[in-house]
Nanobody
C-alpha cells in the first residue's frame, strides 16, 4: 500500500494551495482518509478527515472555513483545498488511511511521505 501526496509548495499569506493524495489501496472506498500536519518543533496534529463515502467531513477549528477535504473514490484520491493560508499553516502535510475515521493519528494504518507547505508573511 502506498499513499503519495503532491501539491505542496511556497505561497504568500492569503494564497491557496491544493494538495492531492493518491492511494494504491484496492479497497480505497472503504477507508476513511485524513490529513495531518507537523510544523517545525511541534507534534503532528489533525487537520481534516473524510468518511469513506465522502458524505461526512471534520476539521480542526483552526482551519474551518478555509480548508476543504474531498475525495474521488473512482480515482483513489483525496484532496485538501487550502485557502486564505496563514504563516502558521506552514508544516509538512501527511495524508493517512484508516478503517474507522478518527482525529487520532493512532487510528490510521497507512501514511504518505508528506509534502511541505510553506506560507510566507
Amino acid at each position: 500500500v502506498q499513499l503519495v501526496e503532491s501539491g505542496g509548495g511556497l505561497v504568500q499569506a492569503g494564497g491557496s494551495l491544493s494538495l492531492s493524495c493518491g492511494a494504491s489501496i484496492r479497497t480505497f472506498s472503504t477507508y476513511a482518509m485524513g490529513w495531518f500536519r507537523r510544523a517545525p518543533g511541534k507534534d503532528r496534529e489533525f487537520v481534516a478527515r473524510i468518511s469513506s463515502s465522502g458524505r461526512n467531513t471534520y476539521y480542526t477549528d483552526s482551519v474551518k472555513g478555509r480548508f476543504t477535504i474531498s475525495r474521488d473514490n473512482a480515482k483513489n484520491t483525496v484532496y485538501l483545498q487550502m485557502n486564505s493560508l496563514k504563516p502558521e499553516d506552514t508544516a509538512v502535510y501527511y495524508c493517512a488511511a484508516a478503517r474507522v475515521g478518527s482525529e487520532s493519528s493512532y487510528a490510521y494504518e497507512y501514511w504518505g511521505q508528506g509534502t511541505q507547505v510553506t506560507v510566507s508573511s
